[in-house]
């Protein structure tokens, strides 16, 4: 048995309400629910059992202290000159990335391959596939996105289970950051 792995940020109930209210206006957009919305730190994929195991223990071995982000902005990722995915973006970058270069040092170590993106700290909006409408309206409107900064005091992994719903997204671990 695979198990598909990431390593996120859960953003508080505030900030989720914040973009969940925002959501909507673009035809054949596939919006994220309460549960998927997270900040990716690393995409691990998918592991066997054994690995798994040794990445859970693995992330505990990451130290890192506790950092204030906020909203600022809304993104799009493209792909082959199509819009693929709709995101909100966060400020300050220097903390995540620091914490993104610890948890894929800690992953190298296990023997897994390095992170072959880019690190853009994002939270994923929407997803659209071959039909989506503009985002045009959506982007006039919502553009200027930003929130107030809020506390990030951990990190978790999480399982991601494929369905004909989307992803479900189960928190297998929490790590605490230390105190700032």
């Known amino acids: 048995m695979t198990h598909r792995l990431f390593v996120a940020l859960r953003p508080p109930r505030e900030v989720r309400a914040q973009l969940l209210r925002l959501m909507g206006g673009v035809h054949h957009a596939r919006w994220q629910s309460d549960e998927q919305l997270h900040l990716t730190v690393r995409f691990i994929g998918e592991v066997d059992r054994r690995m798994a195991e040794d990445v859970a223990a693995a992330l505990g071995s990451v130290h890192d202290t506790a950092f204030p982000i906020a909203l600022d902005g809304i993104g799009q990722f493209d792909r ?4 693929d995915a709709l995101w909100a973006g966060v400020r300050p970058h220097d903390a995540l990335a620091r914490l993104h270069r610890k948890v894929d ?12 993106r880019t690190y853009l700290p994002h939270i994923t ?8 409408g503009p985002i045009d309206g959506f982007m ?20 991601s289970h494929l369905g004909h719903e989307g ?3 189960e928190c297998v671990a929490r790590y605490p950051l230390a105190a700032a």
């Open 105 to 116: 040092q800690a992953l190298i170590r296990l023997g897994l391959p390095p992170e072959g």
């Open 167 to 169: 992803a479900a997204y």
């Open 140 to 159: 006039a409107l919502h553009g200027g996105l930003s929130s107030p900064a809020w506390q990030v005091n951990d990190f978790r992994l999480y399982e």
């Open 125 to 132: 909006l929407a997803r659209f596939g071959s039909q989506a």
């Open 80 to 83: 082959r000159g199509r819009i």
